[in-house]
């Protein structure tokens, strides 16, 4: 791990403390925001506290019994600050000789002795990813690089939620259609997630006719069981008003009508010929959707019945096909998928209900079981441990049909989720709405005894992404997906590009790499806690804090290397030589250069001890910023002297290999040319 100058010199007055006065309160050192005030700042109040000394007559003493260092030039005491100025010269040689020396610069084993689970992105696995997910999915795979970077062994998983009652309608919808010849028209996950608005859809207005028809509230209209007509709607308000039925049951009723007949007239207006088909198929082949949906997931669910098994797995791995596809394209890979069918099939499901139930940690209502929560983390240390001051809410393990939820199948999934790969975290990236349900999968393994484990679990959530002008609604199959949103940024890119003497390959090269990283970093420069909204105009602008930025401020710094053999420069032997440079440091832009380059390993660490990726993100447009303010005040190649021209070619290259070593943690491509 790398030791900080800085560190060492606050090691030795803290050592010079100890000997003198037995002072044990830790220093803290800062970097002043003048220059006037030195290179490192150490307040003396509080160690002056443990003796009857002041500051100043502190500051004295460590100034005449501090080792003579040839990295430090002068001391300084001003108003209870220690002042050091730092010998820049000496700094350069030892911090950009130790950059240019390794291979990827704050790569570290800091971690190397963690075993880390990262599980992001685990969508929908019947309808395409879309803008809502990519936040998880690029927040998940940086919190994984970052880990790895630093020495950790990272395993990715994906966990497929194949149980929930929204997929059976798309199953049935899907082999209807298959069966009749009709293939897919465009990507294989957005043609399941156009089945899946569609079917999901009939289901409901057959399921609210079927409500009218047990009030006996029947249109003498000649119409589907999977289409409303005005005229319909028109009968059921009439008829609503003068019913015996509760005001509430009314409106709510009618509020659904009226919403279904919005997205059917949507659906049939954007899916034209996908909706007479799938609505013709069902009106021959299904007399009961609401039944046969029921048959289709009791079936699943139990496993047993192979043909049942074999379809749904079918569509949704043709679904996740297409969302590797896509993660792939974002340069996000999965080492796992993980199948909450095979978590559910196991039994562990069963035997975790009948351990909590004789722990009496189990609410009984009729066939309805409740986690209490709250007993669980009273009794046994975990609202004390956690720090938490209110009452937690029970949570529905088993619905009051007698079906185990997905929370109780999650718990189960997390035992085993945690032995199969010996981890010591496991961190969850998951939005901020499923709080409690993962507050309660930790809580049960409390109540399970299984504190061990459910102390390595982390719940890393997150805001929402909103698209400028956009709207998002999976089931009426109104969203941006992820590879549309790719497009929207790319089509950017191509605009500027236009005028590029580039060939056409390198173009198309540029264009994708590009959007990925506009894409990529316009979500993780903001901190996860707040709302992203996404607008691809400004995302793509090389002139703002945008990933293009980035991607332009290592083609440049690259541009000054290549152009030197031009100018007869051996840059390369320049590089290689570093050790024998006389650095001659001028202008304090060349110093900031170095003093931000030296953060980076430990911005590394902070950003992993906080779980910050926005930290990350945001240290690296501030050094490409800096770097182009060097760019402009000292001109690299037209150096006057060797001393100046040598001490700039490092800093350059130095540049160039923070910048590598942030690309790789934040999953963004480099580019020569832009």
């Known amino acids: 791990m790398y030791s900080r100058i800085y560190d060492s010199i606050k090691n030795q007055l803290q050592e010079i403390l100890k000997d003198k006065h037995d002072i044990t309160t830790e220093l803290v050192w800062s970097k002043p925001h003048s220059s006037n005030l030195g290179d490192l700042s150490f307040p003396l109040f509080n160690v002056a506290k443990e003796t009857s000394l002041t500051p ?20 300084e005491l001003k108003g209870g600050f220690l002042n050091l100025f730092i010998n820049q010269n000496e700094f350069a040689k030892i911090i950009l000789s130790e950059i240019i020396s390794l291979d990827k610069y704050g790569k570290s084993n800091l971690k190397e002795k963690k075993r880390i689970i990262v599980e992001h992105t685990s969508a929908n696995p019947i309808s395409p990813l879309h803008i809502g ?27 497929v939620n194949d149980l929930g009652r929204q997929i059976a309608p798309v199953i049935i919808g899907y082999f209807l259609l ?24 009939f289901l409901e207005i057959y399921q609210i006719k079927s409500e009218f028809e047990s009030l006996s509230l029947i249109p003498d209209i000649e119409s589907s069981s999977y289409e409303l007509s005005e005229a319909e709607i028109e009968y059921y308000q009439a008829k609503l008003d003068t019913s015996s039925v509760d005001q ?13 007949l919005r997205v059917q007239n949507s659906l049939k207006e954007k899916l034209s010929e996908l909706y007479l088909q799938l609505k013709n198929l069902l009106v021959l082949n299904v007399e009961d959707l609401d039944d046969l949906a029921n048959k289709y997931l009791v079936g699943y669910l139990a496993g047993e019945d ?14 996740l096909s297409g969302h590797t596809e896509t993660l792939n394209l974002y340069n996000i890979y999965h080492d796992d998928f993980d199948w909450e069918s095979e978590v559910s099939w196991g039994g562990e499901v069963g035997k975790i209900l009948a351990q909590l139930d004789k722990k009496e940690f189990l609410r009984h209502d009729g066939q309805a079981l409740l986690l209490e929560n709250d007993k669980i983390a009273s009794q046994l240390g975990f609202k004390e441990k956690y720090n938490i001051n209110y009452e937690i809410p029970d949570l529905i393990l088993v619905n009051s049909e007698g079906i185990a939820l997905y929370p ?11 032995e199969k790969f010996n981890a010591n975290y496991c961190i969850n990236v998951i939005g901020k709405d499923q709080q409690l349900a993962q507050l309660s999968v930790r809580t049960a393994l409390y109540g399970l005894g299984e504190h061990e484990k459910a102390d390595k679990i982390l719940h890393y959530d997150y805001e929402i992404v909103t698209l400028v002008g956009g709207r998002m609604a999976g089931r009426e199959f109104e969203y941006v997906t992820c590879d549309e949103l790719f497009i929207m940024a790319k089509n950017e890119i191509e605009t500027i ?6 060939s056409t390959e390198i173009k198309e090269d540029i264009a994708k790499k590009v959007s990925i990283s506009s894409i990529r970093y316009s979500i993780l420069k903001i901190d996860s806690q707040k709302i992203v909204t996404f607008d691809a105009k400004k995302a793509v602008d090389p002139n703002e804090n945008t990933g293009p930025f980035l991607q332009y401020s290592y083609a440049r710094a690259l541009n000054i290397l290549q152009k030197a053999p031009k100018k007869g420069i051996d840059a390369d032997s320049i590089i290689q030589s570093v050790k024998q440079i006389n650095f001659d440091i001028r202008k304090e832009i060349e110093w900031k250069m170095i003093s931000l380059m030296e953060e980076l390993p430990f911005v590394l660490k902070r950003a992993l001890t906080q779980l910050k990726p926005d930290t990350v993100a945001n240290y690296a447009f501030s050094l490409a910023s800096v770097f182009h ?5 000292c001109p690299v190649l037209l150096a006057k002297d060797k001393d100046s021209l040598d001490t700039r070619i490092a800093i350059v290259y130095s540049f160039t290999k923070c910048l590598e070593s942030l690309f790789e943690v934040m999953g963004i491509d480099t580019l020569e040319k832009m």
């Open 408 to 418: 109780c199948r999650d718990i189960a999934y997390h035992l085993h989720k945690l």
């Open 178 to 201: 298959n069966n009749d010849g009709i293939k897919p028209d465009t990507k294989i996950d957005i043609w399941i997630g156009k089945i899946y608005a569609l079917m999901n859809t």
């Open 306 to 319: 192979k043909e049942m098994v074999d379809k749904f797995r079918k569509v949704t791995q043709n679904t």
């Open 56 to 75: 100043q007559d502190i500051g004295k003493e460590l100034i005449e019994n501090f080792p003579m260092m040839s990295i430090i030039d002068r001391s």
């Open 133 to 159: 997910n990519i936040r998880n999915s690029i927040l998940g795979d940086v919190i994984g690089r970052l880990y790895r970077f630093l020495g950790a062994k990272v395993n990715f998983r994906y966990y």
């Open 629 to 633: 303010k060097f760019y402009d005040a």
């Open 497 to 502: 590009l236009e005028n590029r003497d580039y």
């Open 248 to 260: 509430q049951q009314k409106e709510r009723m009618l509020k659904q009508l009226l919403k279904l």
